[in-house]
């Protein structure tokens, strides 16, 4: 079945530093990737996504790039600040018919003062 | 103030009972998800809703069934919970099937003696 992996399970950036967060996913037709955060305890919140007929998409501190030939896209964050601690899932489309996401298994990073 | 709200935030059940977790929105979304997540596994899609009434199996079915009623509710239920259904389970909204961008409530942690 379809799947989207995100190899890092763990990720520590001084603060100030930048971050850079991985998924790959194997459907060829998905063409929505939204990233989410999930801080301690908390839901999850969507912080950005891109879609397929672009390759950047940038708001503020963070940046996605999409690689479609590769397969894979990620999460930039520049500037890191503690309050960027958080698990951050990606997540791909499927096609279904609707909107229904394939989630990764999501990659805890952690700030460092 | 658009809000998906759970209940139960937290649950404790021994094998066998029946479990009803709730799920509200004011959003008048159409689509409404049920997830779990387990450490190391992100979301696993358990069931859509598309409207009152209409409702899909997701990636993991086995084990449970809905209900929607009412289009600002879609309700979880485990009859004979399992400890091995012992998780965090996620509701999710959208505005409709053709709108991606989806919106999580708080969770509700349900642990299965």
């Known amino acids: 079945g379809e799947k989207v992996e995100q190899h890092q399970s763990t990720l520590s950036v001084r603060e100030g530093d930048s971050a850079v967060i991985n998924c790959t996913y194997t459907?060829?037709?998905?063409?929505?990737f939204p990233w989410y955060k999930q801080e301690a305890g908390k839901s999850l919140h969507f912080v950005i996504d891109i879609r397929s007929n672009v390759d950047r998409k940038q708001s503020q501190r963070l940046t996605v790039l999409l690689d479609k030939k590769a397969k894979r896209f990620s999460l930039h964050i520049t500037a890191t600040q503690p309050e960027d601690s958080a698990i951050y899932f990606c997540?791909?489309?499927?096609?279904?018919?609707?909107?229904?996401?394939?989630f990764g298994s999501g990659t805890q990073l952690t700030v460092m003062p | 103030d658009m809000k998906v709200t759970q209940m139960p935030r937290y649950l404790i059940k021994r094998m066998g009972e029946n479990v009803l977790l709730e799920c509200g929105q004011d959003m008048s979304h159409e689509t409404m998800y049920w997830y779990r997540q387990d450490p190391g596994l992100g979301l696993q899609l358990i069931y859509i809703?598309?409207?009152?009434?209409?409702?899909s199996e997701g990636d993991i079915p086995k084990g449970y069934r809905v209900s929607r009623k009412k289009r600002e509710h879609f309700s979880l239920i485990l009859d004979s919970a399992k400890t091995n259904q012992t998780s965090v389970y996620f509701c999710?909204?959208?505005?409709?099937?053709?709108?991606?961008?989806?919106?999580f409530g708080p969770g509700t942690r349900l642990t299965v003696l």
């Open positions: 809703s598309y409207d009152v009434d209409s409702n």
């Open positions: 459907d060829t037709a998905s063409s929505y």
């Open positions: 999710a909204s959208s505005l409709s099937r053709d709108y991606a961008e989806q919106f």
């Open positions: 997540a791909a489309s499927r096609t279904s018919g609707s909107w229904q996401l394939i």
